[in-house]
């Protein structure tokens, strides 16, 4: 165990039974195992294309079908695990040039087999119509039915080959470049009378003094303001670019393409934003108790009492800054009472989950200690070879690092409970990619504030809510503002002043009365996710996660212990059908309301604890 601190010890990651190094022999021959996989790839579908050119009845495809899918079980094992290998060494260890080498190896070998797969489209395309025949002659790969099917819908949105390849030559200047663009304004705005960078102001939104809030809020916003013709410019173009493309791959409607690749339909779509629109009086109430606080105790610069102000969403509830040593709250704990806290509360709800969670810690799958060339955040990565996870994360002993260390060992923990699977199926949707880990650390936070003292409740329950508000209420925000924008820019050309009256009218349908005068409508300059031509409507993801997992969280407190295997159940299957399917299958609709409103009671009842301490 290696530590920057001697009180406090954390870990660094093993990685042996991965590879223990680029130079390894292991690694070598993972590398060449890969491109002769690809080799042989390449030969079955040039006999594939062999046989469909010259229309020769003894082409058995269902027997093809089967020799391909078998032979690309390994290489996409083997591609998903490169990946994922050369990109964590060089995440704990950034200016390491050998491994920056090596990513870019691993970038053009995937980039090859990306082009099998645009091949192997065209022929199973060709062939659909066999399709039946195959699963009827090999049941065992009934399960790839979806995917298959999904492979053949993407077909019908793709343009020519010769098409698809300048558009993404095209998109390099183009989109990309609009992308780069605002990314590097974004970067070196500086405030030159504190020299404070632009992510500094934006995360002094958390700070505990008022006056640092709403100074580095007006800052914020005068910097957009003397760059919004650029901004606007970057906005205008990329969504632009998006309806042209769109247009000519027969997708109605941007929003179509983001329900497709969330395996998601309309229906469900609507009842989630229904259920969402429903709780804005709940979230609204919320945000106006929180102003009511912060000015009865002097913790806010806003004159207008009317709501809360835009640059007080983040401020801490809390009257004093000062620690208790016994605070489960403001303690600072050590990376072992994290473990045995975390191992504790997974073995709570069910006994499996729990021992993962050991297995993970025992087996050093965690890399938690902060040092220099270290990237920030903290993610998991999964790994078809052994089927083993690893997690990166920066511990510092605070409680939030806690929730943080939950939620990755939550996705990891969903990664575990798909063993035995093909890696086809280790994809799943962005929709259903952060269930378990929104589930993981709502059973940490859950059993925190039953055990915090009161002054603590009213901070962990507004940092709860506070989070959430954010997922359902900014996120929706954020839907209407993009297709309020789609919308307009089919149109015609956007200017700043178009963007500006655009989120006004997004956050008014929003936030509404919980917020006061003190708005921020230069929001569409600063979301990155506006920005990038493969991300269109990249936030309605996040809400479906959030409920989702809350709803699961609700049917464990109605079912109790009996609901691990259903919910171990449900994300082994997350892979390999739509979300509507998934959840038929566990015996729950969420193309209702009601199993959307499930997921809010939990806030809603702490709001109403949080309304009798505060």
Excluded at 454 to 477: A, F, G, T
């Amino acid at each position: 165990m290696n530590s920057t601190n001697s009180r406090n010890p954390v870990p660094r990651w093993n990685l042996d039974s991965l590879f223990s190094s680029i130079n390894s022999s292991e690694y070598k021959s993972a590398l060449a195992e890969f491109t002769s996989g690809m080799e042989n790839l390449e030969s079955l579908l040039e006999s594939a294309r062999t046989f469909i050119t010259q229309a020769n009845e003894h082409f058995d495809f269902p027997v093809w079908l089967k020799g391909f899918l078998e032979a690309d079980e390994k290489v996409s094992s083997l591609c998903g695990t490169l990946n994922a290998y050369a990109y964590i060494i060089y995440s704990v260890d950034t200016t390491n040039t050998a491994f920056l080498n090596n990513i870019a190896q691993i970038d053009n070998l995937t980039l090859r087999y990306r082009q099998l797969d645009l091949s192997f489209k065209s022929v199973l395309l060709a062939n659909s119509g066999r399709l039946e025949d195959f699963y009827k002659r090999f049941p065992e790969f009934e399960d790839y039915r979806y995917l298959l099917n999904e492979t053949l819908e993407e077909t019908k949105h793709q343009m020519s080959a010769e098409c698809e390849k300048l558009a993404g030559e095209l998109q390099q200047t183009g989109g990309d470049a609009w992308d780069r663009l605002h990314e590097q304004l974004i970067s070196n705005l500086k405030d030159s009378e504190t020299g404070k960078t632009f992510n500094e102001l934006r995360n002094d939104a958390y700070s505990a003094d008022a006056v640092t809030r709403k100074s580095s809020y007006e800052k914020e916003i005068t910097l957009l303001k003397q760059n919004e013709i650029a901004f606007a410019a970057c906005l205008n173009n990329l969504k632009g670019e998006t309806l042209t493309l769109n247009r000519r791959r027969k997708w109605q409607k941007a929003l179509d393409r983001s329900l497709s690749s969330a395996r998601l339909s309309q229906k469900t779509l609507d009842a989630l934003i229904g259920a969402i629109e429903e709780s804005f009086p709940m979230w609204r109430e919320y945000f106006r108790l929180k102003a009511d606080y912060l000015h009865k105790n002097g913790l806010t610069e806003s004159s207008d009492k009317n709501g809360l102000a835009f640059y007080d969403l983040f401020a801490p509830m809390s009257k004093t800054s000062e620690k208790s040593g016994d605070s489960l709250l403001s303690k600072e704990w050590s990376f072992d009472e994290a473990r045995d806290y975390i191992i504790e509360r997974y073995s709570s709800f069910s006994q499996e989950m729990g021992d993962f969670a050991r297995k993970a810690f025992a087996e050093k799958w965690i890399d938690a200690e902060v040092r220099a060339g270290k990237v920030g955040g903290a993610y998991d990565e999964d790994f078809a070879f052994g089927h083993q996870s690893r997690i990166m994360t920066n511990f510092t002993g605070a409680f939030s690092d806690i929730i943080t260390l939950a939620h990755e060992l939550g996705h990891a923990y969903h990664f575990s409970c798909m063993k035995g699977k093909p890696s086809a199926f280790f994809s799943y949707p962005m929709t259903l990619a952060e269930t378990a880990s929104t589930f993981a650390e709502t059973i940490v936070k859950q059993d925190m504030i039953s055990k915090c003292t009161e002054s603590e409740k009213i901070q962990i329950l507004d940092l709860d809510l506070q989070d959430v508000s954010q997922v359902l209420v900014d996120i929706l925000c954020r839907f209407y503002f993009e297709r309020s924008v789609f919308e307009e820019r089919e149109k015609g050309e956007l200017n700043s002043e178009d963007f500006c009256r655009l989120m006004k009218d997004a956050q008014e349908k929003s936030y509404g009365s919980g917020l006061n005068s003190e708005r921020h409508e230069y929001m569409w300059a600063v979301k990155s996710h506006y920005y990038s031509t493969g991300l269109d409507f990249y936030n309605f993801p996040y809400a479906f996660g959030q409920l989702f997992a809350a709803g699961l969280y609700a049917r464990y407190q109605k079912e109790g212990s009996e609901f691990a295997k259903t919910y171990a159940e449900l994300l082994s299957n997350t892979g390999n059908m739509s979300c509507e399917d998934l959840c038929r299958k566990a015996g729950f609709d969420i193309t209702t309301k009601d199993f959307w409103k499930s997921g809010i009671e939990m806030y809603a009842k702490e709001l109403e604890l949080l309304k009798k301490l505060a």
